[in-house]
Structures are given as C-alpha cells and as structure tokens.
C-alpha cells in the first residue's frame, strides 16, 4: 500500500510540475512566440522554458525527494550538485531577459548596454559563487525514513543562500529603479495603453521579485532548520 501510495505521489507531481503548466500556457506560447522573428529574448524565452523540464526531473531525483530509492550518498551529492547548477543557470538566463527588458526601454544606448553587462556579469558572478560555496557545504547521510528518501541532508550553511539571496534583492532593485528612472525620463506623458502595460506589468513583477526574495532572506535567517528552505523555490 505505502509503495503504490508513493508511485501515485511521484506520478502527480511530475504531472502537477512539468505537464500542466506546460499544457494550460502552450498556446499562448505558440501564438506569441513561436510565429515571433529570431531575437534575443526570443532565445532566452526557450532556454528557459525547456530547460526547467530537465531542472524539474533532476529535482525529482534529488535526495529526499520521489526517484532517490537506490543512490548512495555521493550518488545523492551529484544529483544534488546537477539540480542546484540547473537551478543557477535558469536563474541567471531569466534575469538576462529582465535585464534585456530594462536595455530595450531605455532605447539601446550604448552607454546603458555596457552599464548593464558590468553589473549583470559582476551581480551574477557573486551569486554563482555563493551558489558553489553552498554547495560544498552541503553534506548528506543514509536517510532512516523510508523507500524514496534514500538521502537526507545533515548540515549546509544557510548564510551563503541568503548572501546570494542579498546580492539578487539588490540587482531586482537596481532594475526597477531604473525602470522608473526610464518612465519618468523618456515615457512619461506619453498616451500609450502598450507603454502603460509594460510599465505596469514589469514594475509589479519586480516588485513581487524583491518581496520575495526579501521573504527569503528573513527566513533563512531566523527560521529553524527545517523551514529555512520553505521559499526557496
């Protein structure tokens, strides 16, 4: 009974996590994006669309989680280690299009094209290297639970997620500023239902980002160890 249960668990959630999403946005997708001309964002759209489906399965196999029945524990690191790098490079391709959406606004100068590959490279190269240093702190033993939690993770330093966490709070407000910077400066005035959606649109987005974000810093900060991770996600 527990083994069928479990089966059925595994079989819900990559349903719930890599199909139906996929399915309910598909046409949209495919009116927006697919009949779209060749184009950078166009580009970063797709390697991030199907790359989660790779990021969800190696997600799966990780320790504590459905596939991870026979792994041993260096087995469990390096699935580990692929899912935090999956996770990393999804991460950085997204806020490429974010930063893409703040070029695009401000007209494409020059000057703001530099500005933003100085800060995307410094932002992002801090982040990937809290993102390793937590990765080598992370450490794994025989889980006593049962069958699909082989693994299960002992001790990791929490702090350096939330210094990466500290550093894409600060990137997510420089965005925005200077989004509202680039309203104020060249669009304010301007009587356009598509401007005032994009603005809307993209100031709400970085403001859930920030707050989410934020949300994660506090909880890795005073959450017991079991909740630190709550958000992470």
Not at 68 to 74: I, L, M, P, R
Not at 138 to 153: D, E, N, Q, Y
Not at 214 to 223: L, Q, T
């Amino acid at each position: 009974m527990a083994e069928s249960s479990l089966a059925a668990f595994k079989a819900q959630a990559i349903w719930n996590y890599a199909v139906v999403d996929y399915i309910q946005t598909l046409p949209d997708e495919v009116r927006h994006m697919w009949t779209a001309p060749l184009s950078i964002p166009k580009l970063l759209f797709i390697v991030v669309r199907y790359s989660i489906f790779f990021k969800v399965f190696s997600a799966m196999v990780v320790p504590g989680t459905f596939f991870a029945d026979n792994f041993s524990v260096k087995g469990c690191l390096r699935w580990f280690r692929l899912t935090a790098a999956m996770s990393l490079f999804i991460m950085i391709t997204s806020e490429a299009i974010l930063f893409y959406r703040v070029y695009a606004f401000s007209g494409r100068g020059r000057r703001m094209v530099v500005a933003l590959a100085v800060q995307f490279i410094v932002i992002h190269a801090g982040v990937a290297y809290f993102v390793g240093a937590y990765i080598s702190s992370v450490k794994f033993t025989i889980s006593p639970l049962p069958a699909g939690t082989t693994c299960m993770m002992i001790s990791s330093n929490g702090h350096l997620l939330s210094a990466e966490f500290a550093i894409l709070l600060g990137s997510v407000t420089i965005a925005m500023l200077l989004m509202v910077a680039l309203l104020f400066r060249k669009h304010w005035g301007f009587d356009s239902k598509l401007l005032t959606a994009f603005y809307s649109d993209g100031i709400s987005y970085f403001v859930c980002l920030a707050v989410l974000i934020s949300a994660n810093v506090a909880v890795n900060w005073v959450a017991q160890e079991s909740y630190k991770y709550i958000l992470i996600l």
